[in-house]
């Protein structure tokens, strides 16, 4: 990496703003708005100015969920993917897996009646350039992306009561950010 990585004057941040911005976008993107933020964000390993790990555990608005997101610059390889829980069931996408569902229930004695099935086999490769296709078709054909500016404030937002959070050791309102 180059020294300006390093710099809090230059680069804002470390681990938060290089990859947890993109899972706050991806959470964002998935469950909507979120109402609050409770993080720690340390330097633990390195010898740098900003943070080499970040956890943030948020409340969604209008789902009835939470969240956390977990980044380290620090971490040894290991689950890199996105979980998401619901009530019948979940998705798990791991790019070296692939993307596989289980839906069922719970009986109240116990009893788990649950199916598994891969959706789309791994490893999952070439997003990027898969993503760049969709984003030129899109304007190609003149349609509405869905994300502007106001999707990259918010996932700025969320991430910037992360760092108050830390800070102050509280929970942070996300609206208090804007």
Known sequence: ??????????AGGGALWDMGIHAI???????????????????LRKKIEVEDN????M????????GYIEVGWTSPAGFRGVEIMGDRGCIVVE???????????TA???????????????PLQDGWSREITEVVRALRRGDDLDSGIEEGAAAVAVALAGYRSS?????VDVASIR
């Not at 990496?1 to 230059?10: G, M, T």
């Not at 970040?54 to 555990?57: D, E, K, P, R, S």
């Not at 800070?167 to 929970?171: D, F």
Request: hydrophobic content about 45%; cysteine-free; aromatic content about 6%.
């Open 1 to 10: 990496q180059s020294r300006w990585f390093y710099d809090p004057q230059l």
């Open 25 to 43: 976008d991806l959470a964002l993107w998935l469950l909507g708005p979120v109402r609050s933020v409770q993080a720690m964000v340390r330097t």
């Open 54 to 57: 970040a956890v943030l555990l």
């Open 59 to 66: 409340e969604f608005e209008r789902a009835a969920a939470l």
């Open 95 to 105: 790019p070296e897996k692939g993307l596989r569902l289980t839906t069922g229930d």
């Open 108 to 122: 109240p004695d116990g009893k788990m009646n649950m199916r598994t099935r891969m959706v789309m086999k791994g």
């Open 167 to 171: 800070q102050t050791g509280r929970a």
